[in-house]
């Protein structure tokens, strides 16, 4: 087990675009450390997502793992844990939604975003298989916020009100009960 350093808002690596993970290098040691480690940082930090630029790896890589209960984000139907390789969004439906975001590598804050709530996400799996999904709802939010993270974006970004980006404790003490669409 391996966890890697995750980086915060400021460092460089975090706005840049990510590299297409190359296809030639899916299955080797390097590849398959990578992975290992992404989900020993995830799970050490307590996150449900985790994309590599957050570990100082510029490549189109995230994973994500919604556990069945536990979540910081209270009950969320849950998303077994999965590698997504050089994903692209296609929004399928724009009916955007609003939920209160978090982010390890803006430790400690949470925001409130609206985001498209039904999307296809294309993409390869850690076999190199090509893959489709659609998501709904928060699944819908957690995939766009891993692979905004592939773009140079966080959700900071997208923060329309800023009187809705705020500490983790006064979201709890102030907000968490407020919004309808909080989870
Ligand atoms: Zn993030």
């Known amino acids: 087990m ?10 460089p690596t975090l706005r840049q675009t990510a590299e297409p993970w190359p296809v030639d290098k899916l299955g080797t040691p390097e590849f398959e450390k990578l992975i290992a480690d992404m989900r020993d940082t995830m ?8 994309a590599a630029p957050q570990v100082d790896v510029p490549y189109r890589i995230a994973v994500v793992e919604i556990p069945e209960s536990g979540t910081r984000y209270g009950d969320v139907p849950p998303l077994p ?3 997504y390789i050089n994903p692209t969004i296609t929004v399928l439906g724009e009916s955007p939604a609003g939920y209160w975001e978090g ?5 400690g804050m ?4 609206e985001r498209p709530q039904h999307i296809r996400v294309d993409y390869l799996d850690e076999n190199g298989e090509a893959k489709s999904l659609e998501a709904k709802g928060f699944a819908a939010t957690v995939f766009q916020h891993e692979f905004d993270h592939l773009l140079g974006m966080l959700y900071v970004d997208r923060i329309r009100d800023m009187s809705l980006f705020v ?5 709890r003490l102030f907000h968490a009960e407020v919004n309808a669409n909080e989870i």
Do not use: K, N, W
């Open 2 to 11: 391996a966890v890697m350093e995750i980086i915060r808002m400021g460092h």
């Open 110 to 113: 949470m925001g409130y975003v």
């Open 167 to 171: 500490y983790e404790d006064e979201y």
């Open 81 to 83: 844990f999965a590698v």
């Open 43 to 50: 799970y050490a930090a307590g996150g449900i997502g985790l």
């Open 103 to 107: 982010c390890l590598s803006v430790p």
